[in-house]
């Protein structure tokens, strides 16, 4: 096994493209690590990203935010300006695993890690965040939902590494709020999820809406027709009992030792339903 | 010996105060040596290959590549383990189970094992033996394993206890039956009846720190095993006989506890490691990986119980009934047969009736956990005795006093009871403010019982008085929960000196005669009654030294507030002697003074708890909080207060975890799914209150400070407490455990009729 540390986004690019064998990118490493002492992985390649130039930031830029691809997780939730933007990505961000591994965990490593039940990916999912990717063939920037494509699979191709998550500036009157299930207080991994961004008018009536369930399908699905329950409407009963319905009937679940299919398309439902209202009243909405 | 172990009424001035723990700095600073810390020159790393089927043959094991992989010093298969067990089936279970031997019994179970000079290069080893399985048929429920047309996981077996020997073979081991009276006859006198069937699922004990140990066999056959234990003095006569050693020949030594619960009781990797090391002529360090401890160590057993019990309109109970079906694993055992036992000890019963069954399912073999079997059948028993009071319309503490046990009553299984402490726990819990508080939206109230029965058993100490007049105390039952603090606190009481001239320790298999394991709660119980016969013992020659010291009688020598004292007015002048003054001049007045004590410690004291929860339920999730918690129970004598406030609240963490989350989740496959801690979910933290605890002394006539055993009843009570209360604030009976939010709201919905 050969563990490299490059110093440039190039040079990491070059030797991913260039390996041979399994190859992998340590960032924080919890997921990485568990999956090597566990025996599943045996890299011959270990790309370390943490000393390259800028991949340690969080740059506030004139469109919004850019977090480098080895931010840990915890860092996110020092970054007043992001947590006053974005108090739903950085709540999710704050559920991963535990205070230990908060230090260490970085959003980039979650959404890599194509869990369906990543905590962080479905807040990014609804908060619009993209992913910029650097490769062989230059940079190019896509969509968080496109990363992943199936369990454990992600989107990327041969030697290239997503360097940073874009969030744009919040518009005005909005806000976005995460929730997930888990049986314990902390310290779990998400039976099911939802993630809601929304903005509102001056009437309290929702304008845009985008809403993303995490662990209910083989990836995070952004559920369209459950921000359409929404927009143009206040968010009363009906709208509310909708939008649990529409997420409820969206999910593709599993029965697996962390929950029922039937359990998951309710409990979908329910934190739709809980986190647009945490949502709402954070973009003002009373 | 003539050592009086009854209950003398002394008052104390060491005993039930609450100096800080002798073991408390090395184990903050990781100082303290855990199994995994023992390390020796030259040893290797063992590693265990584990059967992925629940059940199948062995056809062939096929070790060659394995041997010649660089690096790698052992392999063993069952051949390499010979069956010395001379017709012991006990042993034969335990050996099995350490090896298999012709057929791999459930998933986990052991096939293999290596001695590399490396972790790396042993995995590697394992993956290059080759096992030729042969899957057959296999059973993980305990209900389905029953029936009759069940996979027989073995054929050898034959019910036990029935009327007639049965023609056919069974995965009923042993049908067990206790009680008195007639259930039919009582049941006719009742104005109510409950009658319900409930199923808990398999828990582990989940004890942090994972089995481990060092074996070092050497070419003169004489071994040496360090080992993380809850008795080094049965590991030894476990591996011993498995290995065809004189005990003697094989000293263990046991390290610090992580935890053990009862799960540290049997030996899995022990016998394995020696074998690996005497086939190897080197050390070898065998320490288990988390999935290995949940695959193959532990578990308790899962359960299906069905209950029913009578009562007339006034209260009192007049059958009681229940019949208890216990998982084994797939080698026989008596865990049902301890449920049929302690399931209606609570209460004063004219007419009980218990039968358990224990079933064999292809699970890792049952281990003891906390209190072993009570808890199930306490969770199935009082959550109907609740039922029964509501249908009564009668305060559930009030039907309990009503129909609790009293001294002169004979239990439910056979003994009559001497001063007992369920009546006080339950008057206690019932004054208790916890009772009167306010409960808020979706929460509710359960209160529940529980009984144990305490063990004594073989204990020796010896106790040695240094030359500076310090002490040391060297115990045989390993310190699980806070002994050589408590222990030492005896020692302090009884030589009239301050804890802080002692010094506790564990002694190794050969510096000690034998003792049994730390376990049935006896540890305190037994240990500190050998302490106070030691101590009796020593100060005899205190007593002895300081005659000669003064030229005058023995029998005018007492010892009073660690002195002696020349007792008549002829020796007025005389003064008095300190422990340390005798000491120093114990060299030229006939040697070192030490007391020893080899004793069996008779008359454990019996031990209630009540328990009192509050449960806020998540009526659109199934999500629970625990918002309140409190443990009402008797200790006989609280040696060390805060040890036993942390048995208390131990026991009432550990049946929350159990009542709640935990559980075995097997596949269809009969591969268990959950072999790690992010899905056998254990209590964290913050998912509990402080659980609040209150100490009674009924004091236990048969131990000279009246001390009972106080680790395990806390476990007996929760899961009944526990779905008393989920009951409540969901307003729907829950049967079965765990009841994790996806049971829970599934209940929820079916009374909505959704």
New interface residues.
């Given amino acids: 096994m050969r563990y490299i540390r490059p110093l440039s986004i190039e040079d990491a690019v070059g030797q991913l493209a260039g390996s041979a064998g399994i190859s992998a990118i340590l960032a924080g490493g919890s997921d990485l690590l568990v999956r090597m002492k566990g025996g599943f992985i045996e890299p011959d390649l270990i790309i370390d990203i943490k000393s390259i130039a800028g991949l340690s930031e969080i740059r506030e830029t004139a469109d919004g935010f850019s977090i480098g691809a080895a931010v840990p997780c915890a860092v996110l939730g020092e970054q007043a300006a992001l947590k006053k933007a974005w108090p739903g990505v950085v709540e999710a961000a704050k559920l991963i695993g535990s205070k230990q591994v908060q230090g260490r965990c970085t959003i980039v490593g979650n959404l890599c890690n194509a869990s369906p039940a990543a905590d962080s990916v479905p807040a990014l999912v609804a908060a619009g965040a993209r992913a910029v990717i650097a490769g062989p063939a230059g940079k190019r920037t896509v969509a968080v939902e496109a990363v992943p494509i199936a369990p454990g699979k992600t989107s990327l191709a041969k030697g290239e590494i997503i360097e940073a998550i874009l969030l744009d500036s919040q518009a005005p009157r909005s806000g976005d709020a995460y929730l997930r299930f888990i049986p314990r207080t902390e310290m779990d991994i998400a039976v099911v999820s939802a993630g809601v961004n929304l903005t509102i008018d001056a009437h309290g009536v929702v304008t845009a809406a985008r809403v993303a369930l995490g662990a209910a399908a083989p990836t995070v699905l952004l559920v369209e027709e459950a921000a359409e329950a929404l927009i143009g409407r206040k968010l009363d009963e009906a709208a509310l009992e909708r939008l649990a319905k529409v997420c409820a009937g969206a999910c593709r679940p599993i029965d697996d030792k962390r929950g029922t299919i039937d359990f998951r398309r309710k409990v979908a439902g329910v934190l739709a339903r809980r986190a647009a209202l945490t949502a709402y009243a954070r973009a003002g909405g009373k | 010996m003539n050592f009086d172990p009854r209950f003398s009424g002394r008052k104390f001035t060491s005993v039930g105060t609450r100096p800080v723990r002798p073991d408390g700095v090395d184990k903050v600073t990781g100082r303290a040596r855990y199994g995994a810390d023992f390390n020796m020159a030259g040893q290797l790393v063992g590693r265990v290959l584990r059967s992925p089927h629940a059940h199948a043959i062995i056809r062939k094991i096929d070790t060659s590549k394995a041997e010649k992989l660089p690096g790698v010093k052992a392999v063993i298969t069952a051949k390499d383990l010979p069956d010395l067990t001379d017709g012991d089936a006990g042993m034969y279970d335990i050996l099995d189970n350490c090896m298999a031997r012709t057929k791999a019994l459930y998933d986990g179970h052991a096939v293999a094992a290596v001695a590399a000079v490396d972790a790396r290069t042993a995995?590697q080893a394992l993956k290059l033996i080759e096992v030729d399985y042969e899957i057959l048929p296999h059973v993980t429920d305990v209900d389905l394993a029953m029936e009759h047309r069940a996979p027989l996981i073995n054929d050898a077996i034959f019910t036990e206890g029935l009327e007639e020997k049965p023609v056919k073979p069974s995965n009923v081991t042993k049908r067990s039956q206790f009680g008195h009276g007639d259930v039919h006859q009582g049941f006719g006198h009742a104005d109510f009846i409950v009658e319900r069937s409930f199923k808990t699922e398999q828990t582990h004990q989940g004890y942090i720190e994972p089995h481990a140990c060092v074996a070092n066999v050497s070419s003169d056959g004489t071994a040496d095993l360090w080992v993380c234990t809850q008795g080094h003095f049965v590991y030894r006569q476990h591996c011993a006989q498995l290995l065809g050693m004189e005990a003697s020949k094989l000293r263990v030594t046991s390290s610090e506890i992580g935890g053990g619960f009862g799960g540290k009781t049997h030996v899995w990797a022990e016998p394995v490691a020696l074998a690996l090391s005497r086939k190897a002529g080197r050390p070898v360090k065998l320490v288990m990986t988390r999935?290995e401890v949940f695959r193959a160590s532990g578990p308790t057993s899962a359960t299906s119980i069905d209950v029913k019990i009578g009562a007339r309109k006034d209260g009192t109970i007049t059958a009681a009934q229940a019949t208890l079906r216990y998982s084994a694993g797939p080698y026989a055992g008596s865990w049902a047969e301890i449920g049929a036992m302690t399931a209606f000890a609570c209460y004063k019963l004219d007419n009980v009736e218990t039968v358990g069954y224990e079933v064999l399912v292809n699970r890792p073999k049952t281990a003891a956990y906390r209190a072993p079997s009570a808890p199930m059948a306490a969770f199935a028993v009082e959550s109907a005795v609740d039922e029964l009071a509501k249908q009564i319309g009668i305060d559930p503490v009030d039907f309990r006093i009503k129909n609790a046990a009293q001294e002169g009553t004979r239990s439910s299984y056979g003994p009559v009871y001497g001063p007992i402490g369920i009546g006080p726990t339950l008057e206690a819990a019932k004054n208790h403010p916890h009772m009167k508080a306010k409960l808020g939206k979706n929460q509710g109230r359960g209160m529940a019982c529980g009984f144990w029965f305490n063990f004594g058993g073989q204990t020796c100490v010896d106790l040695n008085i240094g030359m500076d007049g310090s002490v040391s105390l060297a115990v045989g039952t390993v310190d699980v929960g806070g002994s050589r603090a408590s222990l030492s606190l005896v020692a302090a009481e009884e030589l009239g000196i301050d804890y802080s001239q002692l010094k506790a320790i564990v002694a190794d298999t050969s510096s000690l005669g034998y003792n049994d394991m730390t376990d049935g709660s006896r540890g305190t119980f037994s240990s500190s009654m050998a302490t106070i016969s030691a101590a009796r013992n020593a100060i005899k020659i205190l007593r002895e030294r300081a005659a000669q010291m003064w030229d005058i009688a023995v029998d005018d020598v007492v010892w009073e507030q660690g002195h002696a004292v020349a007792k008549g007015d002829k020796h007025g002048n005389l003064g008095k002697l300190s422990l340390k003054e005798i000491a120093l001049q114990s060299g030229k007045t006939g040697g070192p003074i030490a007391g020893h004590s080899e004793l069996v410690a008779d008359g454990a004291g019996v031990s209630f708890a009540t328990h009192i929860c509050d449960i806020e339920v998540d009526p659109?999730?199934?999500?629970t909080r625990v918002i309140r918690y409190t443990v009402v129970q008797d200790a006989g004598k609280a040696v060390h207060p805060t040890y036993v406030e942390g048995q208390y609240q131990g026991g009432a963490a550990q049946g929350i975890g159990w009542a709640?989350?935990e559980e075995y989740?097997y596949g269809k496959d009969g591969r268990l799914?959950?072999a790690g801690f992010?899905?056998y979910?254990i209590?964290?933290c913050?998912?509990l209150p402080m659980i609040d605890t209150q100490i009674l002394e009924i004091p236990n006539p048969n131990h000279p400070y009246g001390v009972r055993g106080v680790g395990e009843t806390s476990i007996v009570p929760p899961l009944a407490a526990i779905a008393n209360a989920v009951s409540n604030a969901a307003g729907v009976r829950m049967t079965h455990i765990p009841m994790?939010?996806?049971r829970i709201?599934?209940a929820i919905e079916a009374e909505r009729g959704e």
Wanted: charged share 25%; glycine share 4%.
């Fill in positions: 995995r999935d659109e999730t199934g999500s709640l989350n989740i799914q959950n992010l899905d979910r209590p964290v913050s998912d994790s939010p996806p709201l599934a």
